[in-house]
């Protein structure tokens, strides 16, 4: 009574505040008259997936990027299912499925083997949990693992979430995802498309909108503001933006970064580059803000995206991707990084003082080494990706080598395509000939036999080309000198002299040389005969004069 008068001397009105929208959201079950999804354009095991779990009594839906493209019209390349199940029982529905993840539980179903296996993502639909209930930590992941071991939900002190493992309904697991286009459930059995936060009019009005405060989303995983940069470069060349109250905290918040692992920050960076959109993905960044900052190796690639050679490789990654081709992240940073070991390499093949340059192939091991120190860093440990790099490195004063054995065992290395690849790319920004990256091309594709045509081949290129050779000196016991054969002398055969010529040991006839004038023209001159000295005491010596025409 007391509070209605107050409020009616204020002016404020006694009638009860309008309900405040759900914050879970509002479910709203599309029919496909309305979203218009074919059916058809969702993969065989997806609907596997979805048809086991809903037979098994759970709850089942293609959830996310893949309900998004589907609603655009376009076929998904990834699918992932969101289910009533645990983990635990969803693996033992499925005779190929893994339990991953510490920080989200997730299973991996996986159909087929090798190369040509593919995969479909099962997660657990989860709560929306306060960070303010949630256990703290003073560390992180790392320094934190025993702590972490036992909890399901907790937060360090910025409340970045470092656990979130609570299973619960399906509106809140809506609630916890990101962005209201990646929100969406689509049921392929029944045709319905669950939506709880407008994902639909969002999509139709091609708006890239985070689902409550997007300052607190950034918060909680700062790993969102990769995601939201990745999502608009994907999804520009249909003309989505961001929404401004989504893009307004995103450059600011970069500082969150830096609590994360260096590793999750790295596999962000591939999915940046390795998606299809890598030109968009660094368009994207520094349209927002966000050239730098991020992770030192993608500094790097958008320092150089500019670049020829860099450029060539990211446009090869996006087409390679959009052809179902496989990518591979070490021939991109070997790419991104091949000025500072090509700087390298240069300066250690300048010769120092009056020292002989090193070997090729050991300056460019040095200058290899010196940038996995100096660039690379947490990388270097990744075994595979760092030995990938190397080698697509040291192969390629391999390729200078077209004789011997040398091109046979090159070619039957396992990397041989990647190094050519690199090799190729150097040809086209002229870096190296255009014939060297044909001739690989060709012998690489070639048979046994051709191969070994072309290598002859290359030797007889590779040949000095003879010149005028010297005439051959005959001497007077060789059988085709005239005095042995009793033959007459040819005037014009530069290799030999006449009978009167004497040889170089011989003076004992007197005979003057041969000057050079009286040779036939075109002709070598005949060389001067050597003075002989007189031996002490006469003795042995030659009767005659010294020779007084050919000292030297």
């Known amino acids: 009574m007391i509070k209605k008068f107050i409020n009616k001397l204020l002016g404020k009105s006694n009638e009860p505040k309008p309900a405040k929208t759900p914050k879970f959201g509002k479910r709203d079950d599309v029919p496909a008259s309305v979203h218009g999804i074919d059916r058809k354009l969702v993969d065989q095991r997806a609907l596997d997936v979805v048809h086991t779990l809903k037979d098994a009594g759970f709850e089942a839906y293609l959830v996310g990027g893949a309900v998004r493209d589907l609603l655009l019209g376009l076929r998904p390349k990834d699918f992932d299912v969101a289910t009533s199940a645990t983990p635990e029982q969803v693996k033992g529905l499925f005779r190929r499925a893994f339990i991953i993840g510490r920080r989200f539980r997730i299973v991996h179903v996986v159909y087929g083997r090798g190369r040509e296996h593919e995969m479909i993502e099962v997660s657990t639909f989860r709560a929306y949990l306060d960070s303010a209930d949630a256990e703290q930590v003073a560390g992180n992941e790392r320094t934190s693992k025993g702590e972490l071991a036992g909890m399901k939900h907790a937060v360090d002190a910025s409340g970045r979430v470092l656990r979130d493992n609570v299973w619960g309904p ?252 690199f090799l190729r790319l150097r040809a086209q920004v002229g870096e190296v000939e255009e014939e060297l990256a044909h001739w690989w091309e060709t012998f690489s594709m070639a048979s046994d036999e051709v191969r070994e045509d072309m290598v002859d081949a290359q030797r007889k290129v590779n040949q000095p080309k003879a010149g005028p050779g010297k005439a051959r000196r005959v001497k007077k016991d060789d059988p085709d000198h005239p005095v042995s054969s009793n033959a007459a002398v040819p005037a014009d055969d530069p290799r030999f002299r006449g009978a009167d010529d004497g040889d170089e040991t011989s003076g004992e006839d007197g005979g003057e040389p041969s000057a050079a004038g009286d040779a036939p023209e075109g002709s070598a001159p005949a060389k001067k005969r050597r003075r002989r000295r007189r031996k002490p005491g006469g003795a042995g010596g030659a009767s005659g004069p010294a020779d007084a025409g050919g000292a030297d």
């Not at 209201?180 to 498309?193: F, H, K, L, Q, T």
């Not at 009005?205 to 990769?226: H, N, S």
């Open 170 to 421: 399906i509106e809140q697991d809506a609630a916890r995802r990101d962005f209201s286009i990646n929100a969406m459930y689509y049921d392929p059995e029944s045709e319905i498309v669950v939506d709880f936060h407008n994902g639909i009019r969002d999509a139709k009005k091609k708006t890239l909108r985070m689902i409550g405060d997007a300052a607190t989303r950034y918060r909680e995983d700062p790993v969102r503001i990769i995601r939201a940069v990745r999502f608009a470069a994907k999804l520009s060349g249909l003309g989505f933006t961001f929404d401004a109250k989504t893009l307004e905290p995103l450059a600011s918040s970069r500082k969150l970064l830096l609590d994360v692992p260096q590793s999750r920050l790295f596999d962000e960076m591939l999915k940046l580059l390795q998606t299809g959109h890598s030109l968009a993905s660094v368009a994207q960044l520094k349209a927002v803000g966000l050239n730098t900052g991020i992770y030192p190796l993608l500094d790097v690639v958008v320092e150089r995206a500019d670049d020829e050679f860099v450029k060539l490789a990211l446009q090869d990654t996006d087409r390679r991707v959009g052809e179902s081709k496989p990518v591979a992240p070490s021939f991109l940073l070997a790419c991104v990084l091949w000025a500072d070991v090509r700087k390298g390499w240069s300066q250690r093949l300048q010769p120092r003082g009056n020292q002989r340059p090193p070997p090729a192939f050991g300056a460019l091991q040095d200058a290899v080494d010196e940038v996995f120190e100096s660039r690379i860093g947490d990388v270097s440990g990744r075994g595979k990706l760092g030995a990938d790099m190397r080698e697509i490195w040291m192969m390629q004063p391999r390729f200078d080598k077209r004789v011997g054995t040398s091109p046979f065992s090159l070619v039957e290395q396992a990397r041989f395509r990647a190094g050519f690849d």
